[in-house]
């Protein structure tokens, strides 16, 4: 079973910064993909950036050059440090990672609870 744990939201002025963080645990699992998805009300759930093991990144189009994500393999947790935020960048940001386990088996995908992102104009 994966645990994952999140920190780092809250209320940001437009143009401020934050920096997210997510903690996964499980016993026997190695994390392969790490990252971070978001939903605004109303709207679907969308990726904003994910990070593989080796350290290959992937970033939404909206927040190439503001965000940069990063992770500590021998703690198994992602970071996303966002800066220059909007208002359109307030959501609930979820930590998504996927795991196989040490026999070789796959997990599905496991989702943190989300943090709230509120950027004021």
């Known amino acids: 079973q994966v645990h994952l744990a999140e920190s780092g939201g809250g209320l940001v002025q437009a143009g401020g910064s934050l920096r997210l963080s997510c903690a996964a645990s499980?016993?026997?699992?190695?994390?392969?993909?790490m990252g971070w998805h978001r939903q605004a009300p109303g709207k679907q759930r969308e990726l904003v950036a994910a990070i593989s093991r080796g350290g290959m990144t992937n970033y939404a189009d909206f927040v190439k050059g503001r965000f940069t994500i990063s992770r500590d393999n021998a703690k198994d947790t992602v970071f996303l440090q966002m800066n220059s935020l909007k208002p359109e960048d307030t959501a609930v940001y979820y930590c998504?990672?996927?795991?196989?386990?040490?026999?070789?088996?796959?997990?599905?995908?496991?989702w943190g609870q989300g943090t709230q992102v509120t950027v004021s104009s």
């Open positions: 998504n990672v996927r795991g196989i386990m040490v026999s070789g088996v796959p997990l599905s995908d496991s």
């Open positions: 499980g016993s026997g699992v190695s994390f392969t993909s």
